[in-house]
């Protein structure tokens, strides 16, 4: 049976982020501009915290980083350029380590979603139940 290809959102009262659920990897991939709008800060930082999740060997690059070639149009010629994807594992250090009102949204919706599914044994999404339910 093959699986379904879903979109995950994390919604912060300021709005929301849309992003892509990778079947064959089963995770999640975001650009560093795309961390940086979920957390509200510049790419700069996210760059920063990449950078020393690497250097303290808290994750691997190789198993978190995908590469994908992306054709823009700027003017009139089309532009190749080469951009990193960061996994699930990578946007959740990321995350922990952001200093913002949204990654600390984000710190505590994902600490109690851990806790839950912990404690519980599974998680459950209340608001993705009742909206495929109508």
Do not use: P
Request: charged letters at 30%.
């Amino acid at each position: 049976m093959e699986k379904e290809n879903k979109i995950v959102i994390y919604q912060s009262k300021t709005g929301g982020i849309e992003v892509r659920l990778d079947k064959t990897e089963e995770t999640i991939f975001l650009t560093q501009q795309q961390i940086g709008q979920l957390f509200n800060v510049q790419k700069a930082a996210i760059s920063k915290h990449v950078k020393n999740i690497f250097k303290t060997g808290e994750l691997n690059k190789k198993s978190t980083v995908s590469i994908l070639e992306t054709v823009q149009s700027e003017g009139k010629r089309k532009i190749s350029r080469k951009i990193e994807y960061y996994n699930l594992d990578l946007i959740i250090s990321i995350g922990y380590r952001v200093n913002s009102i949204n990654a600390t949204k984000f710190r505590k919706w994902a600490t109690k979603t851990l806790h839950q599914h912990i404690v519980d044994g599974y998680t459950i999404n209340k608001k993705r139940i009742s909206n495929h339910s109508k």
